[in-house]
């Protein structure tokens, strides 16, 4: 969707009221106006929800938001992010599996990932977080999957993650991609793309 970067900022401010007000059947009718009028996933989650997480990330550092209120606002847009999987039709282009790792809490990036993938064509096994590395891998194998990839938000968990991506492609000959913060998710794409 071309949408120019001051509508972007517009849409995030209005779906950040819109979460401090709890306001979560406001919030689906704005992204889901959004798909409607051609928004993609990936442009959502780049231009919409990561600059909105980012912006309740400082807010709450800063003490301005509590925990409760940053809670609140992680737990609908994960809602969100659940139902964005647009309708395919045909057969997948491959198998992933993603997932974090033990330590890292942060499950929205892995969501991002898995929306992303999906709405690319790939059937794709949402882990969730903190999980550990063997059964990552054994069930990477036993799903034969395509390849793995590990969401970390942290300067710590993405060291982490790198380690385990060592242990996976070690013990499943898969690749596995490891995203850190700033990372994007068309990078991402192009990975898993070649
Ligand atoms: C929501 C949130 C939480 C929630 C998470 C809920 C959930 N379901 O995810 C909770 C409350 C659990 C939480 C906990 C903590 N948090 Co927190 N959290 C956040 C917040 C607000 C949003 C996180 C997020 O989703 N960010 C947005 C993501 C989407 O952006 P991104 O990281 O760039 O991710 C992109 C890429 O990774 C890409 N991607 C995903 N997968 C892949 C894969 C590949 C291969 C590629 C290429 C790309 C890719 O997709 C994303 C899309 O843009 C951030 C603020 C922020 N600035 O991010 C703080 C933040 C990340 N948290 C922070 C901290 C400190 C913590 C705690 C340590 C706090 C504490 N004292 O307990 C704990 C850590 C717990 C743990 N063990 O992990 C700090 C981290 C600072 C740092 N650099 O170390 C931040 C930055 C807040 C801040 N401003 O201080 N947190």
Redesign the pocket.
């Given at each position: 969707m071309e949408v120019a970067v001051k509508q972007w900022e517009q849409q995030t401010h209005r779906l950040y009221l819109r979460l401090m007000a709890g306001d979560e059947l406001g919030a689906h009718r704005l992204v889901d106006r959004l798909m409607h009028a051609g928004g993609d996933v990936v442009a959502l989650?780049?231009h919409l929800?990561?600059p909105l997480?980012?912006q309740?990330?400082?807010e709450?550092?800063d003490g301005t938001l509590t925990?409760a209120q940053?809670?609140r606002a992680?737990?609908i847009v994960?809602r969100l992010l659940d139902r964005m999987e647009p309708p395919r039709s045909g057969p997948p282009r491959g198998v992933a599996m993603?997932a974090t790792m033990q330590?890292?809490?942060?499950?929205?990036?892995?969501?991002?990932?898995t929306a992303a993938l999906k709405a690319d064509g790939w059937h794709t096994h949402h882990v969730g977080?903190q999980v550990p590395v063997r059964d990552l891998a054994a069930l990477a194998a036993a799903e034969r999957v395509d390849f793995v990839?590990?969401?970390?938000?942290?300067?710590?968990?993405v060291a982490a993650a790198e380690v385990a991506a060592t242990v996976i492609r070690w013990s499943t000959a898969r690749p596995v991609?490891?995203?850190?913060?700033?990372?994007?998710?068309r990078?991402?794409l192009d990975?898993v793309n070649g």
């Open positions: 989650c780049e929800f990561t997480l980012s309740i990330g400082a709450w550092a925990v940053e809670h992680s737990a994960e993603v330590g890292e809490q942060h499950g929205l990036p892995a969501l991002m990932a977080t990839v590990l969401s970390a938000t942290r300067v710590e968990t991609y490891v995203g850190g913060p700033g990372a994007t998710l990078q991402l990975l």
